[in-house]
């Protein structure tokens, strides 16, 4: 990933991603060439050095079949929306502005460990359902339905789990911009309802 120093993001921020991350794109590199597949996801900070991200994959889904080259890729992604020039000060002095856009992304890298196994894999969407479930009223769980149809449905899909090797993060959020246009920025962004991304620049 292209990480100018000024758009690098901080340990505090890639933590705060990783942990509330919901979904993301796996990436592999196989023998069929790239394959990717986006999927419900959960990060475990005690897995490794620097953690793991753990999903399921349908078990005809080829993905988690090949064999993946080298390391393998999840692709997460914070809060991004478009920049009007328009909400620059300095648009309105010299004209010299273009539209962009602010994001906040992860690149997740590591070694994919296939985990066909049923008792991992109800232990993982356990945690998946109670994660997404906390909270609602009323709420769901997998004791909620019958166990033999439970057994069928973790027959049908695969656990993943990437051991993550290194991760390459970026906080686009017009940190480049001069202070008042960044300031014009977060009005633009709160003038459309956009809080979390007013926030975002506001953080950076």
């Known amino acids: 990933m292209y990480v100018p120093a000024h758009f690098s993001a901080g340990d505090a921020e890639v933590r705060e991603l990783l942990a509330g991350c919901d979904a993301a794109d796996l990436v592999t590199s196989t023998p069929r060439g790239l394959i990717a597949t986006f999927l419900p996801v959960l990060y475990d900070p005690s897995a490794g ?38 909400w620059y000060p300095s648009k309105r002095e010299h004209g010299r502005a273009v539209p962009t856009w602010n994001y906040l992304t992860a690149h997740v890298y590591g070694r994919l460990v296939v985990h066909d196994d049923p008792a991992w894999v109800e232990s993982m969407v356990r945690r998946l359902t109670e994660r997404h ?46 202070e008042a246009d960044r300031a014009g920025v977060v009005d633009g962004y709160l003038a459309e309802g956009d809080t979390t991304m007013a926030e975002a620049v506001r953080d950076a």
């Not at 064999?67 to 991004?80: K, N, T, V």
């Not at 993943?160 to 290194?166: D, K, N, Y």
Request: hydrophobic residues 40%; negative net charge; proline residues 8%.
């Open 133 to 178: 479930e906390s909270g609602r009223e009323p709420s769901w769980s997998v004791d909620d339905a019958p166990p033999s149809y439970i057994a069928g449905q973790l027959r049908a899909i695969v656990g993943l789990e990437l051991v993550i090797t290194r991760i390459e993060a970026k906080a686009k959020m017009s940190q480049n911009r001069p």
């Open 49 to 86: 050095e620097h953690g793991a991200i753990l999903a399921h994959v349908a078990r005809n889904n080829d993905q988690w079949r090949e064999p993946a080259a080298g390391e393998s890729l999840f692709i997460l992604h914070g809060p991004d929306a478009y920049v009007s020039p328009s």
